[in-house]
């Protein structure tokens, strides 16, 4: 989803009820950086295709969830009404990964390429396994292709030119 400036937003919690009258709010993080959330300043609440910038108080983790006060909502009844709003930041503005890890909003729509077929087609959804993760591939030439994310597999991830390197498995094309 585009956000207020026309960057892309990046959903890391979801509002899931508020907590006490003064207008604090209950959040399900939706990232494994939860110390992200300690750092934030402001973040962009998304519901109802309706994006308004809110400025972050405090937060506290609280019961597997988080405690956010947020400057701009200030009772209960005003938390209430942002029940299952996602809490977002802009693409730019998402926590550091290490070398070598990608968010799954950068790998969809890379073009894909093996070593042996050449060019296969675009990466369209990525499934989330117990395992390891799934790509789904639209190839113009073998329909749609399940490639497993392992280091066997994925030779290389170039953000900047759009593409991925795969070596397939045999019998992923059969």
């Known amino acids: 989803m585009k956000g207020l400036d026309s960057k892309e937003l990046v959903s890391i919690g979801r509002i899931v009820g508020s907590h006490g009258y003064k207008g604090t709010v209950k959040v399900e993080p939706l990232t494994d950086f939860l110390q992200r959330f300690q750092e934030l300043k402001e973040v962009k609440l998304y519901k109802t295709k309706k994006i308004e910038k809110m400025t972050v108080e405090s937060c ?26 996602l809490l977002c930041v802009d693409e730019d503005d998402v926590y550091p990964l290490p ?22 087609g675009t990466i369209i959804e990525i499934l989330e396994t117990g395992a390891n993760d799934v790509y789904v591939v639209d190839s113009p030439v073998y329909g749609e ?15 900047e030119a759009g593409s991925m390197q795969v070596k397939l498995l045999d019998g992923l094309l059969d």
Request: proline share 3%.
């Open 60 to 85: 506290s983790p609280y019961k597997g969830l988080l405690l956010m006060k947020l400057q701009e909502i200030s009772n209960k009844e005003d938390a209430q009404s942002y029940h299952n709003a």
């Open 99 to 120: 070398k070598g890890y990608y968010y799954h909003f950068q790998l969809v729509g890379l073009a894909v390429h093996d070593t042996q077929k050449g060019y296969l």
């Open 145 to 159: 292709i399940l490639i497993p994310a392992i280091k066997q597999v994925i030779l290389e991830v170039d953000l």
